[in-house]
């Protein structure tokens, strides 16, 4: 978001309240807290991992079980107190308590919420979006003063980034579900697959990306009519054509080693998803 946010601030000559050193340490602030939730998470799932994935075990196979609960506590503090700090040195404020409830939520979710049904994954989505929402949090003044900034375009660009890392990883969450159905099922998880059974999921799954590929080609005919051909192009072939790839093999899928590939390919738009931010940069 900063790629939308500075140029959109630099042309009613105003500064973020984030400058290059501060988007870092925010930066490194999601980074250190979302680690320690994957720490806690394979500290919480050994078992589970142990049937699902015993070829990239990490827990007590490359990292002991007393230096996960060490590392997970160090990464969250760190940054927990990045948040604070940026609170206390910047114009932001309540970073610091975002950053406590996202720690806590996380290790909510790896202790109960990952085996509830649609909780887990709502939450996990909720998060992810989060991170791309919370550098439009750090500019809240703004909004304040609608009148010195494009307020409107940066509200519509924001949730339009927020809601495609949503669907994104809504969908994600429950492929891995459907690729973890062996351990989950044997430890008396509620997932999806488990309880809906393997059709019903994909239709939601389906549902999603029907939704998703809607939405991205609407955007793409926007694109056309203010001719980013770059941003067209780049949409097409690192963002739709994946999407549509993922729709078509998704009810060929069968195999943990399937749902894999479907989750990598997830992952690898969301990023590109996500990196395509770059073109407002470009372009204003």
């Given at each position: 978001m900063y790629c939308v946010l500075q140029p959109l601030l630099a042309a009613s000559n105003k500064k973020p309240s984030l400058n290059p050193f501060?988007?870092?340490?925010?930066?490194?602030?999601?980074?250190?807290?979302?680690?320690?939730?994957?720490?806690?998470?394979?500290?919480?799932?050994?078992?589970?991992?142990?049937?699902?994935?015993?070829?990239?075990?990490?827990?007590?196979?490359?990292?002991?079980?007393?230096?996960?609960i060490l590392w997970h506590f160090f990464l969250s503090m760190f940054g927990v107190a990045i948040g604070f700090y940026l609170d206390l040195t910047t114009r932001v404020t309540l970073l610091g308590f975002s950053n406590l409830i996202c720690a806590c939520l996380l290790f909510i979710y790896s202790i109960s919420l990952k085996k509830k049904l649609l909780a887990g994954n709502i939450l996990i989505s909720l998060l992810t979006a989060w991170t791309v929402l919370v550098v439009s949090w750090c500019e809240a003044r703004f909004f304040f003063n609608p009148a010195d900034v494009n307020i409107h375009k940066i509200i519509r660009i924001t949730f339009l980034y927020t809601g495609f890392a949503f669907v994104i990883s809504l969908i994600r969450e429950a492929v891995k579900d459907m690729e973890d159905i062996e351990g989950d099922r044997k430890f008396d998880c509620k997932t999806m697959p488990i309880v809906w059974g393997f059709n019903a999921s994909k239709i939601y799954v389906a549902i999603w990306l029907v939704t998703l590929i809607l939405s991205l080609v609407?955007?793409?005919?926007?694109?056309?009519?203010?001719?980013?051909?770059?941003?067209?192009?780049?949409?097409?072939?690192?963002?739709?054509?994946?999407?549509?790839?993922?729709?078509?093999?998704?009810?060929?899928?069968?195999?943990?080693?399937?749902?894999?590939?479907?989750?990598?390919?997830?992952?690898?738009?969301?990023?590109?998803?996500?990196?395509?931010m770059i073109f407002f940069r470009i372009y204003s």
């Open positions: 501060h988007f870092f340490l925010l930066i490194l602030s999601s980074v250190f807290i979302a680690a320690a939730g994957y720490i806690i998470n394979d500290y919480f799932d050994l078992n589970i991992d142990r049937i699902n994935k015993p070829q990239r075990l990490i827990v007590q196979k490359i990292i002991s079980r007393r230096w996960t609407l955007l793409l005919l926007y694109m056309l009519q203010i001719h980013w051909w770059f941003s067209v192009i780049y949409c097409l072939i690192l963002i739709i054509i994946p999407v549509l790839k993922i729709f078509q093999t998704l009810f060929k899928a069968k195999t943990p080693e399937d749902f894999h590939k479907l989750s990598t390919l997830l992952k690898f738009v969301m990023f590109t998803g996500i990196l395509s």
